[in-house]
């Protein structure tokens, strides 16, 4: 099934075309507002798993693609194109997926919403910023300024209040129906695991898969090495934290002393997809088998491996 959460019809109507001054909304940016995201929920949810795609997200609005001075394919090199398809069979094992629909290159939800480089905007940015780090100072902030190949997106500035409505309507949507999640699984079962699913550029060196877990903060050490048997049982080439150890969500949802896990995964492109074209290869239907077969012994996990110790609860109300 099916469903999609935090819609508001409201901050489409507002926007007709017949009031006054006010001007109509594209038909890509009305949808997105409408649903940024979907979530797909299984018959019954069986396992303390949430599944999250933030970077999969394919409808570009037209006022994005008019701002930028990229094609549209070259905008969508920064997607993880297709991880909402490849983990989508995920339901089956009785855990539910959310799915962002905008893209990332629009705005980033693997990002803190204060991850902003100002020189990007017209205008006061009035939202707390993040000190500037390094993902900013490269362009690839909240509201990237650079695709992954490195281009520069836009052929000017754009305005502050613009930022703050990408953020508002599509980025705290998304993490309000993620959390939201977290507390249900984690009401039902004790604890939650918050599996971020992603894609990585193929390159020389490069394994098959990589897990994620901030180097042992975002998730039980049991966690990791249960995902990584599994995924190792099937054919693949794993490996822990380099060159990605998690970004936003892995940060923000991963607790383990309060029985919140965050963990990671990035599929290697090659495997499932033509990169150039970005269509989706031959071997993609064995590559999402194999990958559910390694999530399916994955999820078997005991959770009261998963829930907060006592020591530990006593340690997160100091």
């Known amino acids: 099934m099916i469903h999609t959460r935090v819609n508001d019809p409201l901050m489409i109507m507002r926007e007709r075309p017949d009031k006054p001054g006010i001007a109509p909304l594209d038909p890509v940016l009305a949808a997105l507002y409408a649903e940024p995201f979907i979530i797909r929920e299984p018959s019954a949810r069986a396992v303390p798993f949430i599944f999250a795609s933030p970077h999969s997200g394919r409808l570009y609005p037209q006022a994005f693609l008019n701002q930028s001075q990229l094609s549209p394919m070259t905008l969508r090199r920064s997607e993880d194109a297709y991880a909402d398809e490849l983990f989508a ?7 539910p997926m959310i799915a962002a629909r905008f893209p990332r290159a629009y705005v980033d939800p693997n990002r803190a919403p204060g ?37 520069e997106i836009y052929s000017g500035k754009i305005t502050a209040g613009e930022a703050a409505e990408r953020l508002s309507r599509l980025h705290a949507r998304y993490h309000a129906a ?5 507390q249900e699984t984690r009401a039902r079962f004790g604890a ?4 971020d699913c992603h ?14 877990d901030r180097y042992g903060t975002a998730a039980s050490p049991i966690l990791l090495r249960k995902a990584e048997e599994a995924f190792q049982s ?16 892995t940060q923000l949802y991963g607790e383990p002393i309060k029985g919140m896990h965050a963990l990671q995964i990035e599929v290697n ?3 499932y ?37 006592q020591r530990g609860m006593r340690l997160a109300a100091e």
């Open 273 to 309: 997809l033509d990169e150039d074209r970005i269509e989706l290869a031959a071997a993609f239907p064995d590559i999402r088998r194999r990958l559910l077969s390694a999530l399916a012994e994955l999820v078997t996990i005991d959770v009261e491996a998963l829930r907060p110790s």
């Open 178 to 182: 993620l959390s939201s999640l977290v």
């Open 89 to 95: 069979d995920v339901v089956q094992l009785g855990a």
């Open 269 to 271: 492109r090659s495997l």
């Open 234 to 249: 099937r054919g693949f080439a794993v490996g822990r934290n380099v060159p990605y150890a998690g970004g936003y969500t």
């Open 192 to 195: 939650a695991v918050v599996i």
């Open 199 to 212: 894609s990585m550029p193929s390159a020389a060196g490069t394994p098959n898969i990589v897990l994620g």
């Open 115 to 151: 991850e902003l480089d100002k020189t990007m905007f017209h205008g006061q940015i009035t939202l707390p910023l993040e000190p500037a780090g390094a993902r900013v100072n490269a362009g690839l902030g909240v509201i990237p300024r650079i695709v992954r190949d490195g281009a």
